[in-house]
Nanobody, 114 residues
Framework: VQLQASGGGLVQAGGSLRLACAAPGSLFSRNVVGWYRQAPGKQRELVAT???????NYADSVKARFTISRDAAKNTVYLQMNSLKPEDTAVYYCNSEGVAGVYWGRGTQVTVSS
C-alpha cells in the first residue's frame, strides 16, 4: 500500500477528527490528492481534493466544516473535520491522481454517534 491513511475513530456529533494521508513523493508532489468516503450501502463519493498548487474542491455536504491541506515537507495531506454529523459516518479513502494513474489507500473508519 503506497498511500497510508490514518486518524479515523469514533466521535460524538459536533466533534472533530483529523485524517492524514501519507504518500511517497512520486504520488504527492504533482498529483491531485483527495479524500473520498463510502457509507454502508452507498457509492463512494468525493469529499475533498487538493492540487499541487493548493487549489481545493469540496463536496457541498462538507463545505464550511471540513478543510483539506497538504504539507509538502511531509508528503502528507490532511482532512480536518469539524462539526461532525452522524451522516459523515463512513470509511474514508485517500486518493492520488496524476499522469501515472490513480492510486487508493486503505480506508480508515470514521464513526459519528448521535
Amino acid at each position: 500500500v503506497q498511500l497510508q491513511a490514518s486518524g479515523g475513530g469514533l466521535v460524538q456529533a459536533g466533534g472533530s477528527l483529523r485524517l492524514a494521508c501519507a504518500a511517497p513523493g512520486s504520488l504527492f508532489s504533482r498529483n491531485v490528492v483527495g479524500w473520498y468516503r463510502q457509507a454502508p450501502g452507498k457509492q463512494r463519493e468525493l469529499v475533498a481534493t487538493i492540487t499541487s498548487g493548493g487549489s481545493t474542491n469540496y463536496a457541498d455536504s462538507v463545505k464550511a466544516r471540513f478543510t483539506i491541506s497538504r504539507d509538502a515537507a511531509k508528503n502528507t495531506v490532511y482532512l480536518q473535520m469539524n462539526s461532525l454529523k452522524p451522516e459523515d459516518t463512513a470509511v474514508y479513502y485517500c486518493n492520488s491522481e496524476g499522469v501515472a494513474g490513480v492510486y487508493w489507500g486503505r480506508g480508515t473508519q470514521v464513526t459519528v454517534s448521535s
